[in-house]
């Protein structure tokens, strides 16, 4: 079982930054896949950035260029950089990891980015 812990969400005008963070209550090199999520009110869940245990980034499209994962081996933190925030960037913001074939959520952090 993995227990994740996210934090650092907040009010932000557009074109400001926000650096969210992620706890995770294991070794976070023996995490296949780690990542960041959100939720829109009315909308799915989508993918934001995820990275893998070897350190593989990947990004949706709709951020690449603006935020940025990273981590923390010895902390056990994975973090999420996000700059030149957009209003459309309003959401909660899930960590996630994906360890021995199951999915572990944290319980989000709010993102809103409005004027």
């Known amino acids: 079982q993995v227990l994740l812990v996210e934090s650092g969400g907040g009010l932000v005008q557009p074109g400001g930054s926000l650096r969210l963070s992620c706890s995770a209550s294991?070794?976070?090199?023996?995490?296949?896949?780690m990542g960041w999520y959100r939720q829109a009110p009315g909308e799915q869940r989508e993918l934001v950035a995820t990275?893998?245990?070897?350190?593989?980034?990947d990004y949706a499209d709709s951020v690449k260029g603006r935020f940025t994962i990273s981590r923390d081996i010895v902390k056990n933190m994975v973090y999420l950089q996000m700059d030149s925030l957009k209003p459309e960037d309003t959401a909660v913001y899930y960590c996630?990891?994906?360890?021995?074939?199951?999915?572990?959520w944290g319980q989000g952090t709010q993102v809103t980015v409005s004027s």
């Open positions: 996630k990891a994906y360890h021995w074939g199951s999915d572990y």
């Open positions: 294991r070794n976070i090199l023996n995490i296949q896949t």
């Open positions: 990275i893998t245990s070897s350190g593989s980034r």
